[in-house]
């Protein structure tokens, strides 16, 4: 037998062995990695994963959208991968087309028993969102409330307060404000000066966002109970409406849902007179 052959084969063998030990790209890659790589949102999921020219292809899923990635021995690139004109990335897309329809159908349907679950909640613990009121603001004669949920740096919420406060006179409402600070430290700080300053609601209104100031007991009890409410009901998000019995709830700043739980007209100035307006009715 030639020896010859035999170390050839030999060290083809072993080198066949040591690849197959090494394993591909791909073998490491799981979300605990990316999360290591890149901030993922909760709940995000690996579709596909493939090797593609010397580095991983990956397709995740991230709240009912697909997005694409590649990624490398300590890294991850995010975006499109082209191949000799050829855009490897659209048809690889192209080929999850289906998968995407049936993501985007699974996160709508968790949403919407998230949104059950959230009004479920404030129908039962609707009555402690009074301990956690800061500012309150509406006619003497009122008779019924509304609670908001605000961060005092939230551009949404600084448009909805003003559309609140006609909703309060013509409803005959009083609007009771709750500070939920979720955009970051300087929400925080804001919160805690209007807090240990006991504003007013126009005094908060009139907020530059270049407020800072030490804590005091006010603003430590009433943010630690905020932020525990809250965080039991699994959200981390404003403007917020709660009708004053719970009843109802309006996730972000659609005044004229707002408007026809309370029986109002639709305000087609704030709707910017399309058609929405009308579609705007109490669930």
Same mark, same amino acid.
């Given at each position: ?170 409803? *005959? @409402?009083?609007? #009771?404000?709750?500070? !939920? ?5 300087? =929400?925080?700080?804001?919160? $805690?000066? %209007? ?25 430590? *009890? @009433?943010?630690? #109970?905020?932020?525990? !409410? ?5 959200? =981390?998000?404003?403007?917020? $409406?709660? %009708? ?40």
């Amino acid at each position: 037998m030639n020896i010859q052959w035999i170390v050839s084969g030999l060290i083809i063998f072993f080198s066949t062995a040591l690849q197959a030990l090494a394993g591909t790209v791909c073998d490491p890659i799981d979300i605990a990695w990316l999360s290591e790589q890149a901030q993922l949102p909760k709940g995000t999921e690996i579709l596909l994963k493939r090797e593609r020219n010397g580095l991983c292809e990956v397709v995740v899923a991230i709240d009912g959208n697909l997005a694409p990635l590649y990624a490398g021995k300590e890294f991850i690139i995010i975006g499109s991968m082209y191949e000799k004109k050829v855009p490897v990335t659209g048809n690889t897309m192209a080929e999850l087309k289906e998968v995407a329809k049936v993501e985007r159908q699974k996160a709508q349907a968790r949403e919407a028993l998230a949104v059950e679950k959230r009004k479920a909640f404030f129908k039962a613990r609707y009555a402690e969102l009074d301990k956690m009121t800061a500012i309150t603001f509406g006619p003497s004669s009122a008779k019924k409330s509304v609670y908001v949920v605000t961060d005092p740096n939230c551009s949404h919420c600084k448009k909805l307060l003003p559309l609140m406060e006609e909703v309060a006179f013509e409803g *005959q @409402l009083k609007l #009771k404000v709750i500070l !939920f600070p979720v955009l970051g430290k300087k =929400s925080e700080q804001m919160a $805690v000066h %209007a807090l240990c300053n006991d504003f007013t609601y126009g005094q908060y209104l009139a907020m530059s966002g270049k407020e800072t100031g030490e804590v005091c007991d006010r603003s430590t *009890q @009433l943010l630690a #109970k905020t932020k525990a !409410f809250f965080q039991a009901a699994d959200i =981390s998000f404003v403007p917020m $409406v709660v %009708a004053g019995d719970g009843s109802w709830v309006v996730e972000g700043s659609n005044i004229n849902k707002i408007r026809s739980f309370l029986g109002l007209d639709c305000d087609t100035e704030a709707d910017g007179g399309n058609t929405g307006c009308g579609s705007a009715k109490a669930e």
